[in-house]
């Protein structure tokens, strides 16, 4: 159980060559081997969301991944959604719509909607809702977080136009 | 520049939060983010018996296995650390005293029986799975009614029969008042058990220095100093052996108040070891273990005539506390009794409040610990137009304080003013329609669907003052205490003694602090949750943040600028300092109708203060650096409506929330985004805790709702948006009018869902008197009814 695997781990771009347990959760190995503390764990039975990072651009539970499974995969994760100092249309639009009090379900939502966002340009309230159900925030009640995807799909429409 | 306003021009301002950009980044700072080399990792093995004595616990299997350091047991923990009493001088209430960690017996399922230390926490968790325990199971009492039937067994062989808390109180004459009634109305409330479930676990980090003999706790908390204070005394150490660092914490909601026994663990850990030791507790403990919240049965029976006044109400509270007191035990369920009647003129009341100890899992405050309060009242009404035939609001019309009414004394002796009831009942029932709605509703019913509207108000109790703490007997205070410093640039540091969790505390009390001293507030940086740092203050519960926080920091800042401006008088050549002021940073004079600049600025005045002290005034001292405490009123009040309608579907008992809406009177609010994302948040956990959540022990006392595929919390499908009508008396007598707010959402909330789904049960003769208002419930009382009809043979119903 506690053998190690050397692996190499591609997470926002970067190649990071590890030695893993097998039984290391990815959320775990982000977190502590490689310091992206950004990625939050809040059940690590994947109902909450708050881990969620992207692997090969498509929204999963990092507590619910093996980190030795990701050999061959790249993973995204929020440290890397800002460019260059520049907040996301989406992460610019979570704090205009206040779109979160304590943040810590925040990554979560914004690596699921990030992808989202990517192949459905405009969606409708009952869409992002079904969509965000898949993460729980316990402060909001949600409805600025709906605000602030409908208002990121706009400003991202309009930059495409 | 020049300018001739004269009203507030820091808060009020919608300012967009400055804590924001670290948290969208992943650059916040939570207590697992926290890098701490050398750290262990502690993980605790628990009960799996809801009552037992510990026979025997052999963990040298344990200890051999790779990676441990150490296994511990309430034993060892004993001679480390001293007890808690809980014992405040209050009638009715037992004292109670626990370990550290049990010794003998283990009084729920989860409760804590040793603790492991290895290198990293896998590690720990493999060791804590070889530990053997012996049990031997001991009757368990899972409900109150187990708890305080004779002969039960008792959780705590020191309070008899399981009775933790007692108490009683009568005012006018009730039972003359039921003699003379038109009618007397009986309802029953019940309201299950649920936690806080905030989305950061608890936990808790503790590096000893040993060379210095001082221990730094890192640990996400809201009322750092109290905790110091306990963390030192429990300890044996001097308050200035501990400093309490405080990150961003990811929800508390209550949770993370009272020094819990795994933090105590962790902190005596790490200085016997001499290194440092880390702690995450997983969701399961979160669920089972953390601390639970609002489980209470109420009864109420009101005496009334026939348009609906109430002549005479009665309560009673029996309250499940589960099996240990990190709080007295009499609190939560007195505040309740204490603001029953809220926004309603009710002179004749009488209470009996009875709190039982259980074998489930100690409870505590959860935002809005009163929540049932306004469920409890206007659910009351409800039932009162129920039994006569009236109309719901023409009940509450009957009743409730017109504003001529104040000040008001509710018949507990509660001072209210600057509240506004019926105006907010009045706005809400405007805004939803209520008319129309009943026109919908009938033509609903008509075609087979089932509408139903609930209303309900709020009489919020906000901000304690140490008034209050000194009447209750509880040890402790409701003042706040702040400093502000202005540095030699002219930039300004403040702080203040409570810990946010999301309030958005970084932008919003900075605006206080702008607004009394006189600068812009994105010059104004507040440093929280450090004790080292932070003044002595009571830290954040209740809705105090804005009120006693705010208050103080403002009147800080104010006390600061009366010292710069008497310093910029002396600079500007006048003999005092009317007719000056700051603003934006610049020492502005008053010149007819007009503001006008000066030539100097803040940063000038500070630049003298700190290093051309001579050029002072005479008798100044050098330096700008204030302090300041401020103690709230006995009670400050806000209020609200909420008006909530439902669509339930009688085949499955599924309840769809379909609109909500709500007025509110918060007085004067230091940032609007901030108290608008709290009013949503606080509806939400009402909503969400009315409906789905539910901590559920079944009669063993195993609780079966520790995972969150179990215990269920509303998703962004079960939540409507909320519609809010923002209204802003101000209260004459805190500082800028605050009154706070942050609770009172949820208490409406509960009470506003369960009065629309009864007056969508209506046409089928149930009423819900239990939440949460699940659907096996709701189709549970749907079905007992078509069966009772049908044994009847009255006919199908609906």
Redesign the interface.
């Known amino acids: ?2 053998e190690r695997t050397a692996i190499v781990l591609s997470v926002n771009g970067v190649d990071h060559e590890l030695t893993v ?1 097998p ?2 959760l990815l959320s775990d190995a982000l ?1 502590d081997d490689l ?11 994947g ?2 969301g ?1 881990c969620t990072v992207l692997i090969d651009d498509r929204p999963a539970r990092s507590c619910l991944t093996f980190a030795i499974q990701m050999e061959g995969h790249a993973v995204t ?3 890397a ?2 460019r260059d100092g520049v ?1 996301s249309p989406l ?1 610019q639009a ?3 719509e ?1 779109g ?8 979560g939502i ?1 690596m699921t909607f990030e992808a989202y966002l990517r192949d459905n340009p405009d969606p409708g309230e009952e869409d ?3 969509v ?3 993460n ?11 605000a602030a995807v409908k208002k990121a799909a706009a400003a991202m429409r309009e930059s495409r136009a | 520049m020049s300018a001739s306003s004269e009203g507030p021009s820091q808060i009020g301002r919608p300012l967009p939060r400055r804590e924001d950009r670290r948290l969208l980044t992943g650059a916040g700072r939570f207590l697992d983010d926290i890098d701490i080399p050398r750290a262990l990792h502690a993980t605790f093995l628990r009960s799996p018996h809801a009552h037992a004595r510990i026979l025997a616990i052999d963990s040298a299997a344990a200890a051999a296995m790779p990676g441990v350091v150490t296994v511990v047991t309430g034993q060892d923990v004993a001679q480390w650390t001293t007890t808690l009493k809980m014992a405040p001088p209050i009638e009715g209430l037992m004292p109670t005293e626990m370990t550290t960690l049990p010794i003998d017996k283990v009084r729920f399922q989860g409760d804590l029986v040793a603790c492991v230390v290895a290198t990293d926490r896998y590690l720990a968790e493999d060791a804590a799975e070889r530990i053997e325990v012996e049990y031997e199971p001991l009757g368990v009492v899972a409900d109150t009614g187990a708890a305080l039937a004779d002969g039960a067994p008792l959780v705590d062989e020191s309070v008899p029969g399981n009775r933790l808390s007692h108490q009683t109180f009568s005012i006018g004459d009730v039972a003359a008042r039921r003699s003379e009634a038109h009618a007397i109305v009986e309802a029953s409330f019940s309201q299950h058990r649920q936690t806080h479930m905030p989305i950061e676990t608890r936990g808790c980090a503790a590096v000893w220095d040993e060379g210095r003999e001082h221990l730094t706790f890192h640990v996400g908390n809201q009322a750092p100093h109290p905790l110091r204070t306990q963390l030192a005394r429990r300890l044996s150490l001097s308050e200035s052996q501990v400093t309490v660092v405080c990150p961003d914490v990811g929800g508390a909601f209550g949770q993370k108040i009272a020094l819990y026994r795994e933090e105590l663990t962790v902190a005596a850990l790490a200085r016997q070891l001499k290194r440092p030791v880390r702690w995450r507790e997983d969701r399961m403990e979160n669920l089972q273990a953390a601390c639970h919240a609002r489980q209470a049965q109420c009864r109420t029976r009101a005496s009334v005539a026939a348009d609906g006044r109430i002549l005479g109400l009665e309560l009673q509270i029996t309250e499940d506390f589960g099996a240990y007191c990190f709080f007295p035990g009499n609190y939560i369920a007195r505040v309740i009794a204490l603001i029953l009647s809220g926004p309603y003129r009710i002179t004749d009341y009488a209470y009996d409040i009875k709190v039982a100890l259980t074998n489930k899992c100690g409870v505590g405050p959860m935002r809005a610990p009163m929540a049932i309060t306004s469920w409890v009242m206007d659910g009351t009404l409800d039932a009162i137009a129920r039994q006569l035939g009236l109309d719901p609001l023409a009940v509450r019309r009957a009743n409730i304080l017109q504003p001529a009414d104040f000040p008001h004394k509710m018949a507990t002796g509660e001072a209210l003013e600057d509240v506004t009831p019926s105006e907010t009942l009045e706005a809400v029932v405007a805004a939803i329609d209520y008319e129309d709605f009943r026109r919908r509703q009938a033509e609903a019913r008509a075609a087979g669907r089932y509408l139903g509207l609930g209303l309900c108000s709020v009489v919020e109790s906000t901000t304690y003052g140490s008034a209050f703490y000194k009447a209750a007997g509880i040890p402790g205070s409701g003042h706040e205490a702040a400093w502000v410093r202005i540095e030699p640039s002219g930039a300004v540091n403040a702080s203040v003694g409570l810990m946010g969790s999301g309030q958005g505390y970084e932008t919003s009390l900075a605006q206080a602090v702008a607004e009394g001293l006189g600068v812009d507030a994105g010059k104004v940086r507040v440093a929280l949750g450090n004790t080292d740092v932070a003044p002595y203050g009571m830290g954040s519960r209740g809705a105090r943040g804005a009120t006693a926080g705010g208050g103080a920091l403002y009147l800080c800042g104010r006390k600061a600028q009366d010292h710069v401006l008497r310093i910029a008088a002396h600079m500007l050549s006048l003999n005092n300092a009317e007719g000056l002021r700051l603003a934006e940073g610049r020492v502005q004079r008053r010149l007819s109708d007009e503001w006008v600049d000066t030539p100097i600025g803040l940063a000038d005045v500070a630049r003298l203060a700190y290093l051309d002290p001579q050029a002072l005034p005479e008798g100044v001292a050098p330096g700008l650096d204030f302090s300041l405490a401020y103690d709230p009123p006995p009670m400050t009040y806000s209020n609200s409506a909420h008006a909530c309608e439902v669509e339930l579907d009688p085949e499955t008992g599924r309840i769809a929330i379909l609109r909500y809406v709500v007025a509110e009177d918060c007085g004067a609010v230091l940032n609007p985004i901030v108290v608008r994302g709290q009013q949503q948040g606080a509806i939400a956990m009402g909503l969400s805790g009315a409906l789905l959540e539910h901590v559920f022990y079944d009669e063993a006392g195993q609780n079966l709702s520790s995972t969150l595929a179990d215990y269920l919390v509303a998703t962004a499908c079960e939540l409507p948006n909320f519609e809010i009508l923002p209204m802003h008396t101000p209260n004459k007598r805190t500082p800028m009018g605050l009154k706070g707010m942050a609770e009172g959402g949820v208490m409406g909330a509960i009470g506003a869902l369960t009065n629309a789904v009864n007056d969508a049960l209506a046409p089928f003769g149930v009423v819900a008197d239990r939440q949460p208002l699940a659907a096996p419930y709701i189709r549970g009382l749907l079905r007992s009814r078509i069966t009772r009809a049908t044994t009847a043979s009255d006919g199908p119903v609906g």
């Open positions: 159980m506690n347990p039984r290391r977190r310091g992206l503390t950004g990625t939050h764990v809040g059940c690590e039975h109902v909450c708050a994760t929020i440290e959604v800002a907040l992460q979570m704090h205009e206040h979160l009090q304590c943040g810590f379900c925040t990554p914004i992002i809702r079904d965000l159900s898949g729980l925030c316990r402060c909001t009640g949600y409805q600025n977080i709906v």
